[in-house]
């Protein structure tokens, strides 16, 4: 069977096992490693509450190859003060210890819960013995996949493969948790590996517009947690004639990221916990790109938006209610709705509809809301996902 | 026993009737009346779509005296194109009819779903019903609050009576509906007759301060309905020395109509749909009082501080978090965080506290939380409620 893990690409090698920072036994301790060395470039969340992970990794990106990602899970080591710093430090020194290389050559993600300190000699101990299990197998790329895990119920993993010049690429990744959500836990960590010869700029601007346009646009609560990080390595041993500037090959490149990107995307939101279905908002008609993307984040946001799709009803007013209030500039007279192809709402007047092919539309796993707001030739569009009791009860019965 | 309703000013008569909106056979229809013209201020919903109802009360709410207040519940006449304009004028020509004043002298409200015609002879033979039963009586008062509700479990009111210059002065009031989120419903409706003399410009200031420290101060989830409108009606009649100017008897006056309206917001946002507890946050030490304002909703709004509070959590991480994706100015080294009494957090570093104590903090049916940005010295409060299974379960499986 095809190796669909990040371990696919050529280069790189990986890890995962349980180490101690979660109770359940589950694997926490994630370790991902390009020993010849890899171009990389990083998202980070845009939370002003940063974790100490992502302050190191924010430095350590900076370098111009990296050899190895270090992650642990069940623990989020953010608002944990100097200390916390300290252990992220330890943690990229461990790591570039056992595979001999620089501390700063080592990124870094934690994620789980907030406001704990983490077990830094179970952790340490951890990488030493993942370090001592590296493996380009398709089952060591499974284990990191699972390491990165929190309330996922699952491992999401996407890959790619094409040609550049000849050459046989691949891009593969690994994501955990758009739970988001996860019960005091900071959420959304991505692992993108690449065999592509590419330069580091080129990486770093097709890594954000895959991004943009896949995990930037799930919504599950609306909020950036503390931990969301974003990381792609190119090993750059395919041997595909170099990416260099944004030549059809540069294109090929990015529209496979965004591919994986995507891929990923939608195993999160209907990973999300207690999501049951997921949505896409369409908003067009807006007077800029920002009124576009504001309005239908107000919308994939709106709770009761989101009771109504669990709830496979066609309640089309939640939903001009939801753009109504989002502060975006909208015509009344010629605001318009339609769920799936059927139109709801034309001209601000309702129209007449089958109110059960409308609820069927709204009862699929997968269902578009289309909003024009009558005021300009702008669009944009978003993810979301339903709300469902078991949301609620998965995040009120979790105690600390 | 004393009268608690909207009829307990001088000069106010009310009715509240079933006229067939709502298929339930509960009150729908409710009417309020000063047969000698009163002074009226208002305050409407910024959301971008509103109802005819809400179109047409801007409007007539300029006229020097308003005689009467006419609303329905069950439909909230909204996203109705001309014919729901053409509606809310019917309402009020025939309720101007029924009392023999001028339409433009008639204020109205509509609240309940979205998007549906009224059935409008219903609604006039009711008008002429309610017209024929108005009385000053606390049972009128009663059927009024009454007839206003829609998901609302019980009817809402409150009272305050005072003296200005040694004469007795009353302010009463009616709303309806913080469930907000009621399936399919616009929301917030709030009466308030009092027979103080005051200037329109004065009661106009004083109805937008209290409104801004109440209601204004409420989340259930985020957004502004369709519909939400507050009125005050001052009928002059309790003989105090006029209120012209922002002297002590003013003062007394506001600081009077602002405990009515903190006592009304209480009693809306615990009577959300599906809460169980209710919560103040305050925060501290923000850069500009719009920031302070900002975080607080921010917290109030997130879904996993709202389901913490239900389960009685003390899991202030997800606080730090939702105010780290506000999008105000902090200091991470600053931050802290209180709930009740108890520190949890402080100078960017976890504190030891007992967890059982805080578990029963936030187990009470209100607690206050309390953070404190370090980046300047503004503050600012708003008032949430907890997010329940309940409440997934109302706007779910309610369909249209």
């Known amino acids: 069977m095809a190796n669909n893990t990040v371990t696919a690409p050529k280069?790189?090698?990986?890890?995962?096992?349980?180490?101690?920072?979660?109770?359940s036994g589950k694997f926490d301790l994630a370790l991902l490693a390009c020993p010849t060395g890899a171009k990389a470039a990083a998202v980070f969340t845009t939370n002003k509450v940063v974790s100490a992970a992502v302050q190191v990794c924010k430095?350590?990106?900076?370098?111009?190859?990296?050899?190895?990602?270090?992650?642990?899970?069940?623990?989020?080591?953010?608002?944990?003060?100097?200390?916390g710093l300290a252990n992220a430090v330890k943690m990229c020194a461990e790591t570039a210890k056992q595979i001999e290389i620089g501390p700063h050559n080592v990124l870094i993600a934690s994620t789980g819960i907030i406001g704990k300190h983490l077990p830094i000699k179970k952790i340490t101990a951890g990488i030493s013995k993942a370090a001592a299990k590296l493996s380009a197998s398709s089952k060591a790329g499974l284990d990191f996949a699972e390491a990165i895990m929190t309330t996922d119920t699952k491992p999401k993993q996407a890959v790619r493969r094409f040609e550049i010049s000849g050459a046989k690429v691949t891009i593969a990744g690994a994501v955990k948790g758009a739970g988001m959500i996860a019960p005091n836990m900071a959420t959304t960590l991505c692992f993108i590996t690449t065999d592509a010869a590419i330069t580091q700029p080129l990486l770093a601007k097709a890594l954000k517009a895959a991004i943009g346009n896949s995990l930037n646009r799930l919504t599950v609560d609306g909020h950036q947690s503390t931990n969301d990080t974003a990381i792609i390595l190119a090993s750059g041993l395919a041997g595909n004639r170099p990416i260099v500037s944004q030549c059809p090959r540069y294109k090929r490149f990015a529209n496979a990221l965004a591919e994986v990107c995507g891929d990923l995307a939608r195993q999160m939101v209907l990973d999300a916990e207690g999501a049951t279905r997921m949505f896409k908002v369409v908003v067009k008609g807006a007077a800029t790109k920002a009124d576009a993307a504001r309005a239908a984040r107000a919308i994939a946001d709106y709770p009761l938006v989101k009771c109504a799709v669990n709830g496979g009803d066609p309640n089309w007013g939640r939903i001009i209610c939801a753009v109504g209030s989002a502060g975006v500039k909208l015509n009344p007279n010629k605001l318009a709705c339609k769920l799936g192809p059927i139109t709801v709402f034309k001209n601000g007047t309702p129209r007449k509809f089958d109110a059960k092919k409308a609820s069927k539309v709204v009862s699929q796993t997968e269902h578009t809301i289309t909003v024009d707001l009558g005021a300009g030739k702008a669009s944009d569009f978003c993810y979301g996902c339903d709300l469902s009791a078991e949301y609620v009860r998965i995040n009120a019965d979790y105690h600390t």
Request: net charge positive.
């Open 59 to 83: 430095k350590h990106v900076k370098s111009a190859s990296i050899s190895a990602v270090v992650v642990n899970s069940g623990n989020a080591n953010t608002c944990t003060g100097k200390r």
């Open 11 to 23: 280069g790189f090698l990986a890890a995962g096992l349980h180490c101690g920072v979660k109770k």
